[in-house]
């Protein structure tokens, strides 16, 4: 058996996580048929009820919510900083497995969103784990943000042995940035995600339905206190009032700390009372969201996976989104990301979200013709990842 861990991803309850890992293992098997697959996971008992077909968990923690405990890791941090000391608490198994491990085992790290942000320390420190052990790494799925991309973090990109890009903004930026090593592009692999279909209202199924989804991190990433809400709340009065849609609240990321559901429970308290708007549950997996999304007229996503969801069921959709992801993946299929990404950082005023909404309303049907002409090549691109992981697992 040839060992293959998937690491880099927190939790299935965390459906974008979900949608990659189940649509990466099934990849991981056809690229190397004896593979005996393992998942590092911050929530080993949600995962295995989501990924039975996972051979072997590498159960890590979470840090406990304990004031004692955090006030102990700041002063650990302080005073001996090289220590990592949160990060080899969290990941005592995940490097205590690294021991055990022959160095012919493919590690692929599977958090597309890792590099999107501020440098992930946490990573590069089991990378330097893995590196040690003489084992490969690779980096599957990613986008990178390039304003965030400086010489730490291209020391740590630089050691993977291949990088898999799923937009062609972080390959231009990383080609740019003087990365030389092997640049693989390919669509993001949620988009081979199958469709579960989920008992809906009636009026969902004729599709006079618009999608909406809003996340904590689209919302913390503002530059106004408050305007992402007051933007959702706008959009939704003027559905409601100017057309005759309903919405449907739709969760994609249902953690406890940054949960969707939570975050649009307000909303929903709002306007519950016009008896045109649902919110769905909290309690589905990716294919069944995916099932749900497909059936909306427009879908107005923050979660990245959510509008990969609508992108590949050809759902016209406009992004509130936050970095490199939303733009690369919507300039891929459309040319460009103007008027289809709308930045947290331009919610300036409060109808901003309404503006862009209408706009995207008018080329609806326009847009929905290019995805159904484009989808299939973007569906293509994201399986032939296997053969191009298959040549970087036998050299």
Request: charged share 20%; proline share 4%.
């Amino acid at each position: 058996m040839s060992n293959v861990v998937l690491y880099g991803h927190g939790s299935s309850l965390n459906h974008g996580c979900e949608a990659i890992v189940k649509t990466t293992e099934a990849m991981v098997r056809r690229a190397v048929q004896d593979a005996d697959v393992y998942l590092s996971t911050l929530d080993a008992d949600n995962d295995r009820k989501a990924f039975p077909f996972i051979d072997h968990f590498i159960e890590n923690r979470s840090v406990p919510n304990n004031l004692f405990f955090n006030v102990a890791l700041y002063f650990g941090a302080k005073f001996f900083p090289s220590r990592d000391l949160g990060n080899a608490y969290r990941y005592k198994e995940f490097y205590r497995r690294i021991k055990t491990f022959s160095p012919d085992t493919l590690w692929i790290s599977v958090g597309g969103d890792n590099y999107c942000a501020a440098a992930p320390r946490w990573l590069y420190r089991q990378n330097e784990a893995i590196d040690r052990s003489g084992a490969r790494r690779i980096l599957w799925g990613a986008s990178v943000e390039p304003e965030t991309t400086g010489s730490e973090m291209m020391a740590d990109l630089n050691g993977y042995q291949a990088i898999f890009v799923r937009e062609s903004i972080t390959r231009d930026s990383l080609i740019e940035k003087g990365y030389t090593g092997n640049l693989l592009y390919h669509a993001d692999p949620a988009f081979t995600l199958p469709v579960s279909t989920v008992r809906v209202p009636d009026s969902m199924k004729s599709g006079d339905w618009i999608g909406v989804n809003l996340s904590p991190v689209v919302m913390r990433s503002e530059t106004v206190g408050g305007v992402t809400y007051q933007n959702y709340r706008s959009l939704l009065e003027y559905i409601i009032k100017e057309t005759s849609y309903n919405v449907a609240l739709i969760p994609h990321v249902v953690l406890p700390e940054n949960s969707d559901y939570q975050a649009m429970s307000q909303l929903y308290a709002e306007f519950k009372d016009t008896g045109r708007i649902l919110q769905i549950p909290d309690t589905y997996t990716a294919s069944e969201y995916k099932g749900i999304i497909s059936s909306c007229k427009l879908f107005v996503g923050a979660r990245t996976h959510a509008t990969i969801a609508a992108y590949s069921t050809c759902v016209p959709t406009l992004v509130i989104g936050y970095s490199v992801k939303a733009k690369g993946i919507a300039k891929d299929l459309f040319g460009s990301y103007t008027g289809y990404v709308l930045p947290v950082q331009e919610l300036d005023e409060v109808d901003r979200l309404t503006g862009a909404f209408v706009n995207a309303m008018d080329r609806a049907e326009s847009d929905r013709q290019r995805l159904q002409a484009v989808i299939p090549g973007f569906v293509e691109s994201s399986l032939s990842a296997a053969d191009d992981l298959k040549k970087e697992y036998e050299r």
